[in-house]
């Protein structure tokens, strides 16, 4: 009677429900992968936060079992949680399991289903969508660019033209002075010309006169001549005018560029969207507090006899420049990986390394700035009427150096596009300098926040400006317990948008927040420190100008 009895009503007595365990099974949840009695079915679909799919159980799906790679005739019907891959049975009697959690694979199949289930409603419902939206809104953008810079080159011309009104009338104005001081000149000659002719009529009516008297032979007329000669022997006076000249003003292009107003670099900035968070959400930087004590990790041995500057390749890699023609890569064990010298044979003025690793450096001798990329030189920027002085890279790429004239009257900071100027930053609001004048060192970085740090050490001061070259604070030290003046030379910032600056008289440095308010100085021993940069992980490095080390500190 059993042996007839069809397969379907042999399951049913055999399955039970997975919910109750007691009842025969009838339904079954293709999304939760669980099979029901008919009094659980109900229960089951009480849940609705969840879709369900319940069909009777001879129409669910079958499941289909991965064969085992390493035994091809088994199918893999269990799960090594250690090594997170299903298994076959003799896989799990196998060494290469021995001692490992193994599971039925259907024991956790119902909630990795559900986990699925759940990952494939949030990227269909929600994610997918915010993609097409971030791709509709870009694709407007793109519709509106046009209009936008049209709009900016109609500004450019505008200002153009008020430019060319002005100069005109600048113009109209010089050619009517010139007109007036022209009829002054010609009513001046023509007086002198009038009294001098008018001498010359009497001159002329005495010679006249001469004659007659002594052609008559009158004894009378003769008898009572008096002459007037020694009257006319002092000639008139000529007066001499000289033409005006014209003084042009000297300018350079730099204040060319002033007049006629500045554009702002391009703004790029990353957006995270925060209604994305339930779904996977972005996680901002670390917060990493200061260090009561800071701690010294490390001590590179350059080998220079002074040592100026440092710049970070990687966490244990650091570039290196001295008293010397020579830039040295260096590890953390003082061991030369590479040493390169300047094309113009003579000590580099700065050192910075770029986004994709490569060496930049400043040459004060031949007014340039140099990219190595594959051990070439390349001139990158080569300046006229100007020196550079230092130079650090941005985090859209660029080069912010920091220059004075051919006569040390004046300092900027300009940012490069490769070999292209995108910005000049002089003056403040007032149309005062920024920057002292003078070869002083004039350290450069560029903040988390894209503001413009320098190292003024002509000024004693760091000045700092936003991104469009405005300013924002000068930094002049703490009034603390230090006993010389403070005299900044390195400056670096770290992912908290710390600024760090060296003080190298006190031996110290100085940690600032964005703002320009003190926290924290940096001691650790330090011997006349000057350079400074940190690396990804924020771990800082400092030169010291006498000992010729690089050391590594830990202060976050």
């Known amino acids: 009677m059993t042996s007839e009895m069809d397969p379907f009503r042999r399951a049913q007595i055999i399955l039970l429900c997975d919910l109750c365990k007691t009842a025969h099974l009838e339904s079954h949840c293709e999304r939760c992968d669980i099979n029901l009695c008919q009094t659980c079915v109900g229960k089951h679909l009480s849940d609705s936060s969840i879709r369900h799919k319940v069909v009777p159980y001879k129409y669910r799906k079958s499941l289909n079992y991965s064969k085992c790679p390493d ?26 399991h021995e001692g490992h959690d193994i599971s039925d694979i259907l024991e956790n199949l119902s909630a990795k289903t559900e986990s699925l ?13 915010r993609y097409e939206e971030m791709v509709s809104d870009v694709q407007t953008e793109k519709a509106e660019l046009e209009t936008n810079y049209r709009e900016l080159t109609t500004i450019a011309d505008q200002q153009g033209e008020v430019l060319h009104r002005e100069i005109t009338a600048i113009v109209n104005q010089r050619k009517s002075d010139i007109q007036e001081i022209k009829n002054k000149h010609l009513s001046i000659l023509n007086k002198n010309t009038a009294e001098i002719t008018q001498k010359m009529a ?15 032979n009158d004894v009378s007329l003769t008898s009572t001549y008096k002459s007037r000669n020694s009257e006319f ?21 730099d204040q060319l560029n002033e007049m006629f107003g500045s554009l702002s670099p ?23 507090p200061l ?35 020579t830039m040295k890569l260096l590890n953390l064990q003082s ?13 580099p003025g700065d050192i910075a390394v770029t986004r994709d690793g490569n060496l930049v450096y400043t040459d004060y001798s031949d007014n340039t700035v140099n990219l190595i990329k594959n051990k070439p030189i390349q001139t990158v920027i080569t300046l006229q009427g100007w020196y550079p002085l230092n130079v650090c890279c941005t985090a859209s790429d660029d080069l912010l150096v920091t220059m004075i004239s051919d006569d040390e009257t004046q300092s900027k900071v300009v940012r490069y596009s490769g070999s292209t100027q995108k910005q000049s930053i002089q003056f403040d609001d007032q149309g005062r300098p920024l920057y002292s004048s003078g070869r002083y060192t004039k350290y450069i970085s560029e903040n988390k926040n894209l ?36 005299d900044p030379v390195g400056i670096t910032a770290d992912s908290q948008s710390h600024i760090l600056t060296t003080d190298i008289n006190n031996r110290l440095i100085h940690i600032l927040d964005q703002d320009g308010q003190f926290l924290r100085y940096i001691h650790c021993d330090l011997e006349r420190p000057r350079g400074l940069c940190v690396d990804i992980r924020d771990n800082l490095f400092v030169t010291e100008l006498n000992t010729a080390k690089v050391k590594k500190i830990q202060y976050l």
Request: glycine share 4%.
């Open 335 to 347: 061991k030369l990986l590479t040493s390169i010298q300047t094309k113009s044979g003579n000590r």
């Open 266 to 288: 391009l703004s790029i900035n990353t957006e995270h969207d925060d209604t994305m968070k339930s779904a996977e959400a972005v996680s901002s930087p670390p917060v990493k």
């Open 202 to 216: 009497e001159l002329t009516q005495i010679i006249s006169d001469l004659k007659s008297i002594l052609k008559s």
């Open 71 to 96: 035994h091809a005739d088994e199918l893999c019907k269990h799960y090594c949680e250690k090594c997170e891959i299903s298994v076959c049975s003799t896989c799990v009697s196998s060494s290469k």
């Open 117 to 129: 289930q759940k990952d494939l409603d949030e990227l269909e419902t929600r994610i997918y969508p």
């Open 233 to 253: 022997r002092t000639l008139p006076p000529k007066v001499r005018v000289t033409v005006p000249s014209f003084s042009a003003q000297k300018r350079n292009n």
């Open 451 to 486: 503001d413009i740090c320098v190292a003024d050490r002509g000024a004693r001061a760091v000045v700092v400006v936003n991104q469009s070259g405005k300013l924002r604070f000068r930094y002049t030290g703490h009034p603390s317990n230090t006993k010389k003046s403070f």
């Open 291 to 325: 260090l009561d004590e800071p701690r010294l990790t490390a001590a590179i041995h350059t080998g220079y006899d002074y040592l100026l500057n440092v710049s970070c390749l990687s966490e244990d890699q650091v570039w290196t420049r001295g008293d010397n023609e």
